[in-house]
């Protein structure tokens, strides 16, 4: 049969993209149901945020020869190194990867709607940070690639929904604690005065005097990561929220080492103990409802008194 020359070059234009984009489909399993470290679902408002696995980057296969994007670069294997199974539809949805030392590692990602999304460097260091806006339910295929042929790096995945990436440990927040924590939530009693605001609060920052400490661990009450430090037993500060907003941000400023230790309206744990390269806490809660939340500045010390000042903040300039 002759072919006409439109018919003979459709024909040499469907093979040259054949060429190009079959190695990449071929070689990265991609909606498959087997991974290297493991598989998640997850449902919007999971807890605990961040969720993280540990995993080890690298492969065979150079990612930057298959031309799925311009930052993805590095050597992967075959099936994805983790799989997550996203239930609903998340508003903002970031993964990142903190490694062991100094390796210089890489994200590759397959989204829900198949899309291509990679990073190499983030904030100024050579740890990757991918954030999807309005992510989609559905499947996520997700791969730690080794910037350089032949290296095994160590590190932690993590996946938020919260304002956090690689190297600031702004905060952990963990499901109601299952039994008594020895921590008096919703009451009515705190060492250091009850506070009401709302959202377009004035003046912002709002302060309040403190003096961390107790007697009670809080690192043995299993309440979640960087819950940590001595407290009472009664909250240093109540704040009653009436709603709104998209970022309550509390922090304290003190001449020791203290942690923020916080029991939010719907009864969930928010910690941290260090944030913004220092030993001042820091937490981050996004879209924060109405009600109650209870705080605690501990004393990362038993026998420590630190006086010092809590902030409450919607502004993302504020910190420690």
């Given at each position: 049969?002759?072919?006409?020359r439109?018919a003979?070059?459709?024909?040499?234009?469907?093979?040259?993209?054949?060429?190009l984009?079959?190695?990449?489909?071929?070689?990265?399993?991609i909606?498959?149901?087997q991974?290297?470290f493991?598989?998640a679902s997850?449902?919007?408002?999971?807890?605990?945020?961040?969720?993280?696995?540990a995993?080890?980057?690298?492969?065979?296969?150079?990612?930057?020869?298959m031309?799925?994007?311009?930052?993805c670069v590095?050597?992967?294997?075959?099936?994805?190194?983790?799989?997550?199974?996203?239930?609903?539809?998340?508003?903002?949805?970031?993964?990142?990867?903190d490694?062991?030392?100094?390796?210089d590692?890489?994200?590759?990602?397959?989204?829900?709607r198949?899309?291509?999304?990679?990073?190499?460097?983030s904030r100024r260091?050579v740890?990757?940070?991918?954030?999807?806006?309005?992510?989609?339910?559905?499947?996520y295929?997700?791969?730690?690639g080794?910037?350089?042929?032949?290296?095994s790096?160590?590190?932690?995945?993590s996946?938020?929904?919260?304002d956090?990436?690689?190297?600031a440990?702004?905060?952990?927040?963990?499901?109601?604690?299952a039994?008594g924590?020895?921590?008096?939530t919703?009451?009515?009693?705190?060492?250091?005065?009850r506070?009401?605001?709302?959202?377009?609060f004035t003046?912002?920052?709002?302060?309040l005097?403190?003096?961390?400490?107790?007697?009670?661990d809080v690192?043995?009450?299993g309440?979640?990561?960087?819950c940590?430090?001595?407290?009472?037993?009664?909250?240093?500060?109540?704040l009653?929220?009436s709603?709104?907003?998209?970022?309550?941000?509390l922090y304290?400023?003190?001449?020791?080492?203290t942690?923020l230790v916080?029991?939010?309206?719907?009864?969930r744990?928010?910690?941290?103990?260090d944030?913004?390269?220092?030993?001042?806490p820091?937490?981050?809660?996004?879209?924060?409802?109405?009600g109650?939340?209870?705080?605690?500045?501990?004393?990362?010390r038993a026998?420590?008194?630190?006086?010092?000042?809590l902030?409450?903040?919607?502004?993302r300039?504020?910190?420690?």
């Amino acid at each position: 049969m002759r072919m006409t020359r439109a018919a003979l070059a459709a024909t040499v234009l469907a093979v040259v993209l054949v060429t190009l984009v079959s190695p990449a489909r071929a070689q990265l399993q991609i909606g498959g149901s087997q991974s290297n470290f493991g598989r998640a679902s997850l449902s919007p408002g999971f807890v605990p945020d961040p969720h993280n696995v540990a995993i080890t980057s690298g492969g065979n296969i150079d990612a930057r020869a298959m031309r799925l994007g311009r930052r993805c670069v590095g050597s992967v294997t075959r099936q994805p190194d983790f799989i997550l199974d996203l239930t609903g539809r998340s508003r903002r949805l970031r993964f990142f990867f903190d490694a062991q030392g100094n390796g210089d590692t890489s994200l590759i990602i397959n989204d829900s709607r198949s899309r291509w999304r990679c990073n190499d460097d983030s904030r100024r260091s050579v740890n990757p940070e991918v954030t999807i806006r309005n992510a989609r339910a559905g499947q996520y295929d997700v791969w730690v690639g080794s910037y350089s042929a032949g290296q095994s790096i160590q590190g932690t995945l993590s996946i938020t929904e919260l304002d956090l990436h690689p190297g600031a440990a702004v905060a952990s927040v963990a499901a109601p604690a299952a039994t008594g924590s020895q921590l008096a939530t919703g009451g009515s009693s705190s060492n250091f005065g009850r506070r009401s605001l709302r959202a377009g609060f004035t003046p912002d920052p709002a302060t309040l005097a403190v003096t961390s400490g107790g007697s009670l661990d809080v690192s043995r009450m299993g309440l979640g990561s960087g819950c940590v430090g001595f407290a009472t037993a009664q909250p240093d500060v109540i704040l009653n929220w009436s709603g709104g907003g998209s970022l309550l941000r509390l922090y304290f400023a003190g001449s020791g080492d203290t942690a923020l230790v916080i029991n939010d309206a719907r009864g969930r744990w928010y910690c941290n103990d260090d944030s913004n390269g220092g030993t001042n806490p820091m937490v981050d809660i996004p879209n924060p409802g109405a009600g109650q939340y209870d705080i605690w500045v501990t004393s990362y010390r038993a026998g420590e008194s630190i006086r010092g000042t809590l902030h409450a903040t919607e502004l993302r300039g504020n910190h420690p």
